[in-house]
């Protein structure tokens, strides 16, 4: 069977998928950039050297030689490519084909009700409901966006980021977190308002307060981080901080496995939230929004992380304060974090079941699977 991914640019976070990919089929699969990357993303680290990436074409620089590999693989899966031009023209084919979407409407679903925006989305997705067509829901709340619109009746399934997987043993495992006594919390990304970072620090002169023994990890740059530094300074918490700024991901994962709780507080505009999956993998107690695409799909609340309603500080502050008061009898979270990640959530096991999807697909049958990636998308509406 010949793959090929067709995707804006290749970047860290879909690497891991790439490469799986690319040992199940070797030179069969082959992914298509369409753009060259921003440079303010080159600048966070997104940049990857694609003379060493042979699976790689790039659409810019020979779209013919790029078109005629759409056309002639046997599947093809598009995620955001601005190229809507080129899968039209395989999806009025009639040959397997996958989608991969996250929100259509993070803003709201009011937005549905838009004319304009029924015709455009009746253009790209609509129109191709009866075709041998399945869209990826890279989000929780993905499938109820597409369902609103009447798209792809019976075909949305279950999807998402698949991050470097990192694998430890029982030791490693019992003794890579920091023990000196305080609970240590990280919290990765931009300092911007959809991400809460002031949160964090509220959190902390709460858990001061209360005698908590803590430590917070501040990964990450943005327009806030000058504040939320100035906050943490004058609220007197100086000494419970250390702020990283901008920080390589590998780096991110080295801190993460040091560190007992996440705390990931984006809004309901985290698509997935690609640093929920380092955190589990990390072993780390996940605390996050529900809003967050990746939190229905990945964690069951008080099993393997906690998660709380909508973006209210309350719930989340009354969470972490009850790890911290029954630590020993929530620490067995993380271990099941970890074990969601190692077993079901990772890019070896979804390409597996990407391409024994795509086979039922070349069939004519659609086999979802049993659990994780591609199992049945439930249409969960936003709160």
């Given at each position: 069977?010949?793959f090929t991914?067709?995707?804006?640019?290749?970047?860290?976070?879909?690497?891991?998928?790439?490469?799986a990919l690319?040992?199940?089929l070797g030179?069969d699969?082959t992914f298509?950039?369409?753009?060259?990357?921003?440079?303010?993303?080159?600048?966070?680290g997104?940049?990857?050297?694609?003379?060493?990436?042979?699976?790689v074409?790039c659409?810019y620089q020979?779209?013919?030689?790029?078109?005629?590999?759409?056309?002639?693989?046997?599947?093809?899966?598009?995620?955001w490519?601005?190229?809507e031009d080129?899968a039209?023209?395989?999806l009025?084919?009639?040959?397997a084909?996958?989608?991969?979407?996250?929100?259509?409407?993070?803003?709201?679903?009011?937005k549905?009700?838009?004319?304009?925006?029924?015709?455009?989305?009746y253009?790209?997705?609509?129109?191709?409901?009866k075709?041998?067509?399945?869209?990826?829901?890279?989000?929780?709340y993905?499938?109820?966006?597409?369902?609103?619109?009447?798209?792809?009746?019976?075909?949305?399934?279950?999807?998402?980021?698949f991050?470097?997987?990192?694998?430890?043993?029982e030791?490693?495992?019992?003794?890579?977190?920091?023990?000196?006594?305080?609970l240590?919390?990280?919290?990765a990304?931009?300092?911007?308002?959809?991400?809460?970072?002031e949160?964090?620090?509220?959190?902390?002169?709460?858990?001061?307060?209360?005698?908590?023994?803590?430590?917070v990890?501040?990964?990450?740059?943005g327009?806030?981080?000058?504040?939320i530094?100035?906050?943490?300074?004058?609220?007197?918490?100086?000494e419970?901080f250390?702020?990283?700024?901008?920080t390589?991901?590998?780096r991110?994962?080295?801190?993460?496995?040091?560190?007992h709780?996440?705390?990931?507080?984006?809004?309901?505009?985290?698509?997935?939230?690609?640093?929920?999956?380092?955190?589990?993998?990390?072993g780390?107690?996940?605390?996050?929004?529900?809003?967050v695409?990746?939190a229905?799909y990945?964690?069951r609340?008080?099993?393997?992380?906690l998660?709380y309603?909508?973006?209210?500080?309350?719930?989340?502050?009354a969470?972490?304060?009850d790890l911290?008061e029954?630590?020993?009898?929530r620490?067995r979270?993380?271990r099941?974090a970890?074990?969601?990640?190692?077993?079901?959530?990772?890019?070896?096991?979804?390409?597996?079941e990407?391409?024994?999807?795509?086979e039922?697909?070349l069939?004519?049958?659609?086999?979802?699977?049993?659990?994780?990636?591609?199992?049945a998308?439930p249409i969960?509406?936003?709160?």
């Amino acid at each position: 069977m010949t793959f090929t991914f067709v995707s804006n640019y290749i970047n860290h976070h879909q690497m891991p998928l790439c490469e799986a990919l690319r040992r199940e089929l070797g030179d069969d699969f082959t992914f298509i950039q369409t753009m060259p990357m921003e440079e303010e993303r080159v600048a966070m680290g997104w940049g990857v050297d694609m003379r060493q990436l042979p699976y790689v074409q790039c659409l810019y620089q020979d779209e013919y030689a790029c078109r005629r590999t759409i056309a002639e693989s046997d599947v093809v899966l598009f995620g955001w490519s601005q190229r809507e031009d080129i899968a039209a023209e395989r999806l009025a084919s009639g040959r397997a084909t996958m989608r991969v979407s996250e929100r259509l409407y993070r803003e709201g679903q009011w937005k549905a009700v838009s004319p304009r925006g029924l015709a455009a989305k009746y253009q790209e997705h609509i129109k191709y409901r009866k075709k041998n067509v399945c869209m990826l829901c890279a989000g929780a709340y993905t499938a109820s966006d597409f369902h609103l619109i009447g798209a792809y009746p019976g075909k949305l399934f279950r999807w998402g980021y698949f991050t470097r997987l990192r694998t430890y043993s029982e030791e490693q495992f019992n003794t890579m977190k920091v023990q000196d006594g305080r609970l240590h919390i990280v919290w990765a990304g931009r300092f911007i308002p959809l991400k809460h970072p002031e949160y964090v620090v509220r959190l902390a002169g709460t858990l001061r307060d209360k005698g908590c023994p803590f430590f917070v990890h501040m990964l990450g740059d943005g327009e806030l981080e000058p504040q939320i530094r100035q906050d943490v300074e004058r609220a007197g918490l100086a000494e419970s901080f250390r702020f990283y700024g901008y920080t390589e991901p590998e780096r991110v994962r080295d801190v993460m496995e040091q560190c007992h709780i996440h705390l990931f507080t984006s809004n309901h505009l985290e698509g997935w939230g690609a640093v929920v999956n380092e955190g589990m993998n990390s072993g780390c107690v996940e605390v996050v929004n529900e809003q967050v695409g990746a939190a229905p799909y990945l964690i069951r609340h008080g099993v393997n992380g906690l998660v709380y309603p909508k973006d209210r500080y309350g719930k989340m502050e009354a969470l972490v304060l009850d790890l911290f008061e029954n630590w020993e009898t929530r620490r067995r979270m993380g271990r099941a974090a970890y074990e969601t990640i190692r077993d079901v959530w990772n890019a070896e096991y979804a390409a597996k079941e990407l391409l024994r999807f795509a086979e039922g697909l070349l069939r004519g049958e659609i086999v979802p699977g049993k659990e994780g990636p591609l199992t049945a998308a439930p249409i969960l509406r936003p709160r």
